[in-house]
């Protein structure tokens, strides 16, 4: 039973004892310790198993146990001297929590004590500083009062003044006080509801009424309506009401302006009336010097008399302005029929000399008003058509060849006069657009002309193919067409030139440039029919002499060039057109014009090699292969392909040096060309022996290496092929060599041969692999064997059969194609 109840003990104390995981961490760190007894996860047998590792260390089991037990007595020591010493801990506890309590019940005190006095304080403050407030407000009033009598005092006097200087006409005087009493009545705004303050402001408004309609009566005697000018000139009595009118209702400064401006242009409206014979676009440079001669009379009698801000000359030339674009708009509408281009041309350009003069000599600040936004100004272009002095250098235009990509001429500033005067010109610049028309049509009609009478350009080979002069004549004339259109408009007109340039652009393509295409071959496979009956009468196909391939070549830099040229051309007219029109400006329908001409030249030179080739291709497909004994080196018919392209592609080259790219087409399409018909013709060659297979071999791997080096053949300057181009080659030549290594191959076994086959050709082609057995000599009861084993060993379509027979008709391969030409040659010799 003891055993038992110190058992049920043992277990009551380590439930007690269960500390809690952060309890025990916090023990951990603030007593370290390393003996086993410590730890939490304290256990027995693990603690006896480390004492007593073996039996033979039981020997010393009574001083372990010694010293345990001396252990547990010190433990029981130490926790009789805590439990001892905690004994007067509650008491003392309780003792400190009283003395605490005390302490803040007289530091409350204290704070009361002090929040007390504080509002003691403050009161006694206010109390202080109320007087100080009531003295500061007495003084603020007592200012604010002696400021308005003072100011009222001004007022009365000087509404008494101005009334008094207005009687005697002492203006200068009245600009001066005016200004003040009506910076003194701002004050008594406020106070207009005091009959005096009320009194006084309708005073002022009246006498400003008085000396508005007394300064205006003063000029219309100086200036009557009808008559001639006062011979004495201007006086100081009207400059000093003008400095009096700066002060008064803008209206009075408006009309002394208006009346002004009227009568002193009274007498150009009767000298240049409708009916007058200087009133014509002839003499139009009477009207400009007439207003030349006003404004000189006006700075030397009336400079002085208006103030500067005023611009008077400047409002002078506006009106004036104004008024001949009405009356120009007017006769030019009577007399439409007798408008000629060269006349046009004069009025306009001695019209924009003149606004050119005005935007010189006066800043268009007047124009701000209203005027300026009426004459839809050009927006500001950076067009390198545009010359620093356009209109009276046009016609020298005429002799530069300068180009469209010349560096551009810095921007001249804006004219805010332009349009003013001769906006009036533009519903009559029909009779400019037509005379264009006109003048395009014949420069057209002499290129065509002079290109028949000089001939083709001469062969070309230091510098590339030149390009024909008249395309640079061309734009040239374009550039100054746009320079006066768009001087003269930025609107329909421009949209009008662009039409007509447009149309010249077309047949200058079709006339000069596809029209002088050597006619020699078709665009459809470079055959013709006389090139068919030489070919059966055993003779060479008809080639390009050294002057229509440079021909040819200066047609295409030319084609590029004009490309180039309109793209920016198209450019330049956006800038100068309204912005709302810039919609409708569109070249592209040109550039693709021109974009055919380069496509049908380089085409032209592809046919041109391509058929000089033919013959020596003819000539290998007619050789007995399976005659060959020995292997030697290459083929007679690949050195005659190789002399036809060191005679065409150093030529070509040439005159294409300066359009690189177009040099480079041809190469592409020269070998898309050249090597579908090679292997068509490869074909041909049956039946072939193992030897005749490999002199084929060899002569295809020459011409591979001839074609790798095309593009700098003949050349001193080595250049590495376009990558581009290289990989058609090397993969065109690549199948050629696969199918004469196939062909060389024992086709036995028969399983080997098909694999071999599948493996080198990886298209799987029946109809490629039926040829090749024909190369080889097989007979059809043999073939047929074979196809049906390459049908068996040849891996599933992907998408099924259906989609592959689809595929292969809607790609077909260069040997169906080069079938069906062969098809087409049957038939048009049978016909012939």
């Not at 057209?444 to 062969?459: L, S, T």
Request: hydrophobic share 40%.
């Amino acid at each position: 039973m003891m055993e038992e109840e110190e058992l049920e003990f043992v277990e009551e104390l380590e439930a007690v004892l269960q500390l809690t995981p952060e309890v025990q961490l916090a023990i951990e760190q603030v007593f370290p310790s390393q003996d086993p007894l410590d730890r939490a996860d304290f256990n027995a047998v693990e603690y006896i198993n480390t004492l007593f590792p073996t039996e033979q260390s039981l020997a010393n089991i009574d001083e372990v146990v010694n010293k345990i037990r001396l252990k547990i007595r010190r433990l029981d020591d130490n926790i009789r001297t805590v439990v001892r010493g905690q004994t007067n801990v509650g008491q003392d506890g309780r003792q400190a929590l009283e003395e605490a309590q005390k302490a803040i019940q007289q530091l409350f005190g204290k704070i009361k004590d002090i929040k007390d006095k504080a509002e003691k304080s403050e009161q006694m403050v206010k109390e202080i500083t109320r007087d100080i407030k009531q003295l500061d407000h007495a003084k603020r009033h007592l200012t604010t009062s002696i400021t308005t009598l003072n100011h009222l005092h001004m007022l009365a006097g000087g509404v008494d003044s101005l009334e008094a200087m207005t009687r005697r006409r002492q203006y200068g005087e009245v600009a001066n006080l005016l200004q003040g009493v009506m910076n003194v009545l701002e004050h008594f705004h406020k106070y207009m509801g005091i009959p005096q303050i009320r009194q006084l402001s309708e005073r002022v408004k009246a006498a400003q009424t008085e000396l508005g309609q007394q300064i205006l009566a003063d000029f219309e005697e100086a200036f009557p309506s009808q008559g001639t000018k006062r011979p004495g000139g201007p006086s100081n009595v009207l400059r000093d009401a003008c400095l009096v009118a700066n002060i008064l209702d803008p209206r009075i400064k408006q009309e002394i302006i208006k009346k002004f401006i009227k009568q002193h242009l009274s007498e150009y409206l009767v000298l240049f009336q409708e009916n007058q014979d200087v009133a014509w676009l002839d003499k139009i440079d009477r009207r400009y010097a007439w207003i030349k001669r006003q404004l000189v009379d006006y700075e030397e009698k009336y400079g002085r008399m208006f103030p500067r801000e005023w611009c008077m000359a400047e409002r002078i030339a506006v009106e004036f302005c104004h008024v001949t674009r009405t009356e120009l708009a007017k006769i030019m509408r009577t007399r439409a029929k007798e408008i000629e281009v060269k006349l046009l041309l004069f009025a306009i350009q001695r019209t924009t000399n003149f606004e050119g003069f005005l935007a010189k000599r006066f800043s268009g600040c007047t124009l701000t008003d209203g005027t300026l936004k009426k004459l839809e100004s050009p927006p500001p272009s950076t067009n390198p058509f545009l010359e620093d002095e356009p209109t009276p250098e046009m016609e020298e235009l005429a002799t530069e060849k300068g180009d469209l990509d010349q560096p551009k001429k810095p921007k001249a500033p804006d004219n805010p006069f332009h349009g003013i005067v001769s906006k009036c010109f533009e519903p009559h610049l029909y009779v400019y657009i037509e005379s264009q028309d006109k003048n395009l049509g014949e420069l057209i009609d002499r290129f065509v002309a002079d290109f028949k009478a000089q001939g083709p350009p001469k062969p070309n080979t230091d510098e590339g193919g030149a390009v024909l002069p008249s395309c640079a004549d061309l734009f040239v004339y374009y550039k100054k067409c746009m320079v006066q259109c768009s001087q003269l408009s930025t609107g329909e007109p421009m949209i009008a030139l662009t039409t007509i340039f447009q149309k010249y652009l077309r047949e200058y393509a079709w006339k000069i440039l596809s029209g002088n295409l050597p006619k020699t071959t078709t665009s459809s496979g470079g055959l013709t029919i006389s090139s068919l009956l030489k070919e059966k009468e055993g003779s060479e196909v008809a080639k390009f002499t050294l002057e229509e391939l440079c021909l040819i070549c200066s047609i295409l830099s030319t084609a590029e060039y004009c490309l180039a040229t309109t793209q920016q051309l198209e450019e330049k007219l956006k800038e100068k057109v309204d912005v709302s029109l810039i919609e409708r400006i569109n070249l592209t329908g040109e550039m693709d014009t021109f974009s055919t001409v380069i496509s049908s030249s380089i085409q032209l030179l592809v046919q041109d090699l391509d058929a000089a080739c033919d013959p020596a291709l003819t000539a290998m497909s007619k050789m007995q292969w399976q005659n060959v004994e020995h292997v030697g080196d290459q083929s007679p018919y690949v050195t005659s392909v190789i002399l036809h392209i060191k005679q065409n592609v150093p030529i070509i080259r040439d005159n294409l040096a300066s359009t690189r790219k177009y040099f480079t087409q041809f190469c592409i399409k020269f070998a898309n060309s050249f090597i579908p018909k090679f292997i068509t013709h490869l074909f041909k060659c049956k039946p072939i022996s193992m030897v005749g297979a490999e002199q084929l071999l060899l002569d295809t791997h020459s011409l591979k290496m001839v074609l790798l080096d095309l593009p700098s053949i003949g050349s001193q300057v080595v250049r590495k092929a376009p990558a581009s181009y290289t990989k058609i080659v090397v993969k065109g030549m690549t199948r050629a060599e696969m199918i004469l290594k196939v062909v060389m191959a024992p086709h036995e076994p028969l399983v080997v041969f098909v694999d071999n086959y599948i493996k080198l050709l990886t298209d799987g082609n029946t109809e490629t692999f039926q040829k090749i057995l024909d190369m080889k000599g097989l007979k059809r009861s043999e073939q047929s064997s074979m196809l049906e084993l390459l049908r068996q060993r040849l891996p599933a379509p992907p998408s099924g059969t259906e989609s592959s027979g689809s595929l292969s008709l809607m790609a077909p391969t260069p040997e169906q194609e080069s079938s069906r030409i062969r098809k087409l040659e049957k038939l048009i010799k049978k016909r012939l």
